[in-house]
């Protein structure tokens, strides 16, 4: 089995800045991709940022572009998540998500939650105006 443990959420004011961490344990798995989804209550669940594993592309859901940055380090199975400038719309519980590498990877975006094995249990983040 693979866990996600995330961390690094809490309470912020607007403007603020935050940095997430997930770290990857459990059995080994060949990664295609982590990242993160985020919900707010009463809303959807939300695609926030990914990035490939090996090539290190990333990509990030619009309303986060230009406040947000991912990153990844290989050698500890961990991903980060950069935020700045934070605003109360980015009031949710962020989600850490992998996906295992397979035949299919090539055609997934990563931007949708069902290409996602393993998700974290969620960080809460909230940001007061």
């Known amino acids: 089995q693979v866990q996600l443990v995330e961390s690094g959420g809490g309470s912020v004011q607007a403007g603020d800045s935050l940095r997430l961490s997930c770290a990857a344990s459990?059995?080994?798995?060949?990664?295609?991709?982590m990242g993160w989804f985020r919900q707010a209550p009463g809303k959807e669940r939300e695609f926030v940022a990914a990035?490939?594993?090996?090539?290190?592309?990333?990509m990030y859901g619009d309303s986060v572009k230009g406040r947000f940055t991912i990153s990844r380090d290989n050698a500890k199975n961990t991903v980060y998540l950069e935020m700045i400038n934070l605003k109360p719309g980015d009031t949710a519980v962020y989600y850490c998500?992998?996906?295992?590498?397979?035949?299919?990877?090539?055609?997934?975006?990563?931007?949708?939650?069902?290409?996602?094995?393993?998700w974290g249990q969620g960080t809460q983040v909230t940001v007061s105006s």
């Open positions: 998500v992998a996906a295992e590498s397979t035949i299919y990877s090539a055609k997934y975006t990563f931007t949708n939650s069902d290409e996602y094995d393993y």
């Open positions: 990035v490939r594993w090996n090539r290190g592309n990333t």
């Open positions: 459990g059995r080994t798995f060949r990664s295609e991709a």
